[in-house]
């Protein structure tokens, strides 16, 4: 039973933009912690961005300045925009959610009990 949904994967060009949507219903009120990991071929999957019930918010420092997290809690979606995209952002992109703050914490996606399926973020140069 997938919960959360991701949308908003494309291939662009280096420089260019792309907004990441995670419909996430019921997940934006409980969760204390919701996130966006990536992973790309051959690699582990890495933190990207997080965000707490309270709305502080924090970074990996690749993407420290171009990337920016936000959630609606209305619209019961989590947001990820990314702007002065690299090849190396190239990645299946994923939203996670975590029951507490230690959650955001934590650099192992463990920490993290419900995913979506991904989506498809393809940067060339």
């Known amino acids: 039973q997938v919960q959360l949904v991701e949308s908003g994967g494309d291939s662009v060009q280096a420089g260019g933009s792309l907004r990441l949507s995670c419909a996430a219903p019921?997940?934006?009120?409980?969760?204390?912690?919701m996130g966006w990991f990536r992973q790309a071929p051959g690699k582990e999957r890495e933190k990207v961005a997080t965000?707490?019930?309270?709305?502080?918010?924090s970074y990996a420092d690749s993407v420290k300045g171009r990337f920016t997290i936000s959630k609606d809690n209305a619209k019961n979606t989590l947001y990820l925009q990314m702007n002065s995209l690299k090849p190396e952002d190239t990645a299946m992109y994923y939203c996670?959610?975590?029951?507490?703050?230690?959650?955001?914490?934590?650099?192992?996606?463990?920490?993290?009990?419900?995913w979506g399926q991904g989506t498809q973020v393809t940067v060339s140069s």
């Open positions: 996670a959610a975590g029951r507490t703050f230690a959650s955001c914490l934590a650099r192992s996606p463990g920490a993290f009990g419900t």
């Open positions: 019921g997940f934006i009120g409980w969760s204390n912690c």
């Open positions: 965000i707490r019930s309270d709305g502080i918010t």
